[in-house]
């Protein structure tokens, strides 16, 4: 099942202004040199991830730009320090939310594969494309190590404002390399233990970070290394079992049927392991015999089909 994680634009404060496009390749080109520029950069960081929609080869740009992934990694490593204190500003993380966009939309583009489908107008050949292209940004994102960079921004327990921006974006980055539905990255996430990650934004992330935590948590498991992972060690098991439960009891009090229909995907898939079968028997939360959580998934999709999943 597919799902589309983009993080909502409100995510990111509009300090936009119409005598600034991006359309040209001149005005892009600026932006992105922009970014080597102590008194640039934040302008360009914003500029850029808000227009990032606009033009569909701003990923290669981005990529191929001599220093930009360097002065992308150096903008989110220099607010490391004030993560552990009350230090850490909302405009820091906001800066850094949008280096994180650049990230974002640097490894999900596959604006190459559009110029092929020009030429050779066949979509069977376009989808071999974007599998392939879609496979090669996850492969170039794992040799990099690129994720490790965000883990110290989803372990915080921090739920303030600046850290909340830093979690979700951070989740957003790495939902879409789960995504990709590629064994090698699924592979380099757990032995880079990205579970004990996604639980700790499960516990105190907002809904929005609950929902992409536990989105990533199921595309693990829907992978069989992924979900003997989980189930080899009762404590592993426990612990992501626990987390879910704790998510159901507050959706009591605060509906979401979209988290909701994470968690039964997650439930669901465990269920298909017969080790974990057997200690879902224990911990299962009663409230799935409630008719409320039931009526959300009714309402939800009686209005508009939960896409995700």
């Known amino acids: 099942m597919a799902s589309d994680l983009n993080l909502p634009e409100s995510l990111y404060e509009d300090y936009s202004t119409p005598d600034l496009p991006v359309h040209g390749p001149a005005s892009v080109a600026y932006w992105i040199q ?18 990032k929609e606009i033009r569909k ?24 320090r004030t993560l552990s204190s009350p230090n850490l500003t909302e405009t820091a993380s906001t800066r850094v939310s949008n280096a994180l966009a650049l ?47 965000l883990y110290p921004f989803l372990n915080t327990k921090d739920k303030e404002k600046p850290h909340e921006y830093l979690r979700l ?5 790495i939902g879409t390399l789960v995504k990709s539905d590629d064994p090698e990255a699924i592979r380099f996430l757990l032995q880079t233990e ?9 516990e105190v992330g907002s809904d929005l970070s609950k929902q992409v935590a536990t989105f990533i ?22 612990a992501v079992a626990r987390a879910l439960a704790q998510m159901t009891e507050k959706l009591v009090e605060q509906p979401s049927p979209r988290l909701l229909k994470h968690i039964i ?23 799935f015999g409630d008719r409320k959580f039931t009526s959300q998934l009714h309402v939800r999709s009686s209005k508009t089909p939960i896409s995700s999943s």
């Not at 583009?109 to 879609?134: E, H, P, Q, W």
């Not at 990205?194 to 499960?202: A, D, E, G």
Request: proline share 3%.
């Open 265 to 287: 995907c997650c439930y669901h898939r465990l269920s298909q392991s017969p080790r974990a079968c057997d200690g879902l028997r224990c911990c299962l939360p009663l409230w």
């Open 103 to 149: 990230f974002q939309v640097t490894f999900t583009s596959i604006g190459s594969s559009f110029a092929i489908l020009k030429v050779y107008n066949c979509m069977a050949t376009f989808r071999a494309i974007k599998s392939s292209m879609t496979r090669l940004i996850s492969v170039l994102m794992v040799l990099a190590k690129l994720p490790l960079y």
């Open 169 to 173: 974006t951070s989740l957003g980055v």
């Open 194 to 202: 990205i579970f004990p990650c996604c639980l700790t934004s499960m």
């Open 34 to 51: 922009a970014l080597q520029s102590h008194e640039t950069k934040e302008r360009a960081l914003l500029i850029l991830s808000q227009n």
């Open 217 to 238: 948590i199921y595309k693990i498991l829907l992978h069989e290394e992924g979900l003997k992972y989980c189930c080899v060690l009762a404590d592993r098991f426990f």
């Open 57 to 80: 080869d701003l990923a290669p740009l981005l990529w191929n730009s001599i220093g930009t992934i360097s002065a992308l990694l150096q903008e989110i490593i220099s607010v490391y």
